[in-house]
C-alpha cells in the first residue's frame, strides 16, 4: 500500500485533499423535475372522458323514430349483405361502399331503430376522435380534447343531424382520418421516409373510401392537394416540384385502391350499365330542373334552427382562432363549453322525441311511421311481404322485412323533376 502511495504521489496521481473544515459525506439536495405524465395515460383519459360525455349526451336521444335517409341506407346494407347485387337487385345513387359500409355496420350493431341510433352514436364517436387527434397534432393533448368535447356537445345536437345514422357520418368518420394522417405529416418533420410512404398512403386510402360512399367526399381531395404543396419544401422550385410528385404518387396509391375495389365489384357482378346510370346519369336528372330549391334557400331556412339555442358553441368555435394565446384560450374555452351544455341541456338531457321530430321535420310522418309499422307488425304474418308504396323506407326496418321489388323507395315529386323521363323505362323495370 505504501509503494502504490509513493508512486502515485511522484507522478501526481494523488486525489486532491479536501479543504480544511468541508464535511464529508453530506447530502446534496437537488430539485427533481416535475415527471410528465405518460403520453398512453393522458390519451386513454381523454379518450374515456370523450366516450363518456358523448353517452351521457346521447342517452335520450336514443329512443328519436327513424328518419327517411338512414333508413334506406341500412335497408340498402342489409340487402347487400345478403349477397344482392348493387344496382341490379337494390339501387341508390352512392357508388358501393356505401352499401357494404351499412351491411357492416348492421352486422355489429343490429338491424333495427336501436341499431342505427347506436350506429350513429359509434360514428360520432369516431369522427369526435378524429377531432382530437388533429386537435392534439396542431396545438397538443389539452386543445385536442376542448375540440373534441366541443364536436361531442355539436354532435349531440338533434338539429345538427349527427343523431341520426345519415351517410355523412360514415363519410366523415373516414375522411376526418385521412386529414389527420396529413396533419401528422405537416406537424412532424421527424417523421422516418417509411412512415411517411404509408401516412401518405392510409390518408389516400381512407379518403378514397370516403369519396366510394358518397360523391360530395370528394372535396377532401381538395384538402389533400393543398396539404401536399404544404410537404413540398426544398431549396429551389425543382426540388419542390420532386416532392409534391413524390409524395403526391404515394397519396394516389392509397387513393386509388378503393376504386379500383368498387369497380371489380362492379365487374363482377356484371352491372356496368345500371352502375353509370345510378351514379352519374340520374344524379344530374334528379338535380336539375327549375323547380329545385336552391342551396341559399336550404341555408336561410335552416341556419334558425343551427343556432338555437346553440350561439356558445359558435363561440367556442370561433376561440379556436385563437389557440396561439394559451393563456387565454383554454381556460375560456372550457368555460365556454360548461355555458353550451348547460343551455343545451333541456334537449338533451330533457327533451321529448315526438317534439324534436315535430320540429325538425315538420309534417314528415316520422312518428306516426313507427305506429303504423307496430299496427301492421301485430296484423301481418311471417311468410307475407310488404310494399311501401311512397318514401318511407323505415318501415322496412322497423319490420325487417324485404320488399318486393327492387324499387323500395319512390322519389320525392318535385313538380316537372319528379320522375325524369329519359331513359328511366329501362332503369325502372321491376
Not at 315535430?358 to 310522418?365: A, V
Given at each position: ?113 336501436w341499431g342505427l341510433r347506436l350506429i350513429a352514436w359509434f ?118 416540384l420532386g416532392k409534391l410528385i413524390t409524395r403526391g404518387l ?10 379500383l375495389v368498387c369497380l371489380g365489384m362492379v365487374w363482377g ?162
Amino acid at each position: 500500500m505504501d509503494k502504490n502511495y509513493q508512486k502515485k504521489k511522484r507522478t501526481g496521481n494523488l486525489p486532491p485533499k479536501s479543504k480544511a473544515g468541508s464535511k464529508k459525506n453530506v447530502p446534496v439536495l437537488t430539485e427533481r423535475p416535475a415527471t410528465p405524465w405518460n403520453p398512453r395515460v393522458v390519451f386513454g383519459i381523454h379518450a374515456g372522458i370523450i366516450v363518456v360525455f358523448l353517452f351521457i349526451l346521447r342517452l335520450n336521444l336514443m329512443d328519436l323514430p327513424l328518419e327517411r335517409d338512414e333508413s334506406a341506407y341500412a335497408y340498402l346494407g342489409q340487402r347487400a349483405g345478403e349477397g344482392l347485387a348493387p344496382y341490379r337487385d337494390f339501387y341508390e345513387m352512392k357508388p358501393p361502399f356505401l352499401f357494404y359500409g351499412y351491411a357492416l355496420l348492421n352486422a355489429v350493431f343490429g338491424y333495427s331503430a336501436w341499431g342505427l341510433r347506436l350506429i350513429a352514436w359509434f360514428l360520432s364517436l369516431l369522427i369526435c376522435g378524429g377531432v382530437y387527434l388533429i386537435g392534439r397534432s396542431l396545438f397538443g393533448a389539452k386543445y385536442g380534447l376542448l375540440a373534441a368535447l366541443t364536436m361531442v356537445l355539436m354532435s349531440a345536437s338533434p338539429y345538427v343531424m349527427m343523431t341520426f345514422a345519415e351517410s355523412e357520418l360514415l363519410v366523415m368518420s373516414l375522411a376526418i382520418y385521412g386529414v389527420w394522417l396529413l396533419f401528422s405529416l405537416l406537424s412532424q418533420s421527424s417523421s422516418s421516409l417509411q412512415q411517411e410512404r404509408l401516412r401518405l398512403i392510409g390518408a389516400g386510402f381512407l379518403i378514397g373510401s370516403a369519396v366510394m360512399a358518397k360523391q360530395s367526399a370528394v372535396f377532401f381531395l381538395g384538402f389533400a392537394a393543398v396539404a401536399l404543396l404544404l410537404l413540398a419544401e426544398g431549396e429551389n422550385m425543382r426540388a419542390r416540384l420532386g416532392k409534391l410528385i413524390t409524395r403526391g404518387l404515394w397519396f394516389s396509391l392509397g387513393a386509388i385502391a378503393p376504386v379500383l375495389v368498387c369497380l371489380g365489384m362492379v365487374w363482377g357482378f356484371g352491372v356496368w350499365e345500371d352502375f353509370a346510370f345510378w351514379n352519374f346519369e340520374y344524379p344530374q336528372l334528379y338535380t336539375d330542373g327549375e323547380n329545385v330549391v336552391s342551396w341559399q334557400t336550404l341555408l336561410r331556412a335552416n341556419f334558425k334552427q343551427l343556432i338555437q339555442g346553440q350561439i356558445f358553441l359558435w363561440v367556442l368555435g370561433q376561440n379556436g382562432r385563437f389557440a396561439g394565446l394559451k393563456n387565454l384560450s383554454m381556460p375560456l374555452g372550457f368555460v365556454v363549453l360548461f355555458i353550451a351544455t348547460g343551455l343545451s341541456a333541456p334537449v338533451l338531457l330533457q327533451g321529448e322525441s315526438t317534439s324534436i321530430m315535430r320540429k325538425l321535420f315538420g309534417s314528415n310522418p316520422f312518428v306516426e311511421d313507427e305506429i303504423v309499422a307496430r299496427l301492421i307488425e301485430s296484423e301481418i304474418k311471417p311468410n307475407e311481404t310488404l310494399a311501401v308504396l311512397g318514401s318511407e323506407p323505415q318501415i322496412y326496418v322497423y319490420l325487417k322485412r324485404k320488399a318486393p321489388s327492387r324499387h323500395f323507395y319512390t322519389a320525392f315529386c318535385r313538380g316537372s323533376t319528379a320522375l325524369p323521363a329519359a331513359g328511366m323505362t329501362k332503369h325502372y323495370r321491376a
